[in-house]
Nanobody, 123 residues
Framework: QVQLVESGGGLVQPGGSLRLSCAAS????????MGWFRQAPGKEREFVATSWSGDRTYYADLVKDRFTISRDNAKNTVYLQMNSLKPEDTAVYYC?????????????????WGQGTQVTVSS
């Protein structure tokens, strides 16, 4: 059974940085796309970033140039480095994977999800 466990969330001031981690177990995920999504209270889950084929990435316009997705296939871990954080980045962040070989911005394309980690950006 595939399991994803996120960590690294917390409270940070505007302009600050955080790095989220997502450790995968249950299979080798190096061949599959990984995604980060987020969900703020009262809003739908939205796409943040995705990584596939080793070094291919794609970002939501709202986080482009501030967030970086990366992966360490040897550790079965994907990261989300978040810089220049804004209050509107406050949300629960989820990592996801599935039986897909190309990145996707659609949550329904992903089969496995972590439990989420809270990120709060506030002064």
């Amino acid at each position: 059974q595939v399991q994803l466990v996120e960590s690294g969330g917390g409270l940070v001031q505007p302009g600050g940085s955080l790095r989220l981690s997502c450790a995968a177990s249950g299979r080798t995920f190096s061949s599959y796309a990984m995604g980060w999504f987020r969900q703020a209270p009262g809003k739908e889950r939205e796409f943040v970033a995705t990584s596939w084929s080793g070094d291919r990435t794609y970002y939501a316009d709202l986080v482009k140039d501030r967030f970086t997705i990366s992966r360490d296939n040897a550790k079965n871990t994907v990261y989300l480095q978040m810089n220049s954080l804004k209050p509107e980045d406050t949300a629960v962040y989820y990592c996801a994977t599935g039986r897909l070989y190309s990145g996707s911005v659609y949550p329904h394309d992903y089969d496995y999800w972590g439990q989420g980690t809270q990120v709060t950006v506030s002064s």
